[in-house]
């Protein structure tokens, strides 16, 4: 059985289309900024880390990319995983950080 390779995997977890169904382009400047923001939340307390919490800081990320011009939305797709689902990998994520950190 062939396994992703480690990035493909990550890559994978850090695109927003499976939870929200929009395909953003470029896609390198979702990614890059997701982990940012990943880097970034891994600094806040655990319990602040609840997944309404996440949901508005994905969602505030995103709108702030459109926003700014920075991406744009090429298609809509059908979400394949529920959004409270996506950020839970997402929480998996910030965990890495964290123990990166220590």
């Known amino acids: 059985m062939q396994s992703f390779p480690r990035r493909t995997t990550q890559r994978l ?3 927003p289309s499976l939870a929200y169904g929009h395909i953003y ?4 400047v ?4 997701i982990v940012l923001l ?7 307390p655990r319990a602040q880390l609840s997944i309404s ?5 994905y969602t505030s990320l995103l709108d ?3 926003a700014a011009g920075e991406t744009v939305i090429t298609a809509f797709a059908h979400p394949i995983m529920p959004k409270d689902m996506w950020l839970t990998c997402q929480l ?3 965990e890495k ?3 990166d950190v220590r």
């Open 13 to 15: 977890i850090n695109d």
């Open 25 to 28: 382009e470029p896609f390198d």
């Open 30 to 33: 979702v990614e890059s900024n």
């Open 38 to 44: 990943q880097a970034r939340l891994a600094t806040f």
């Open 53 to 57: 919490f996440l949901e508005l800081e």
């Open 64 to 66: 702030r990319l459109e």
């Open 92 to 94: 998996s994520r910030i």
């Open 97 to 99: 950080f964290r123990e």
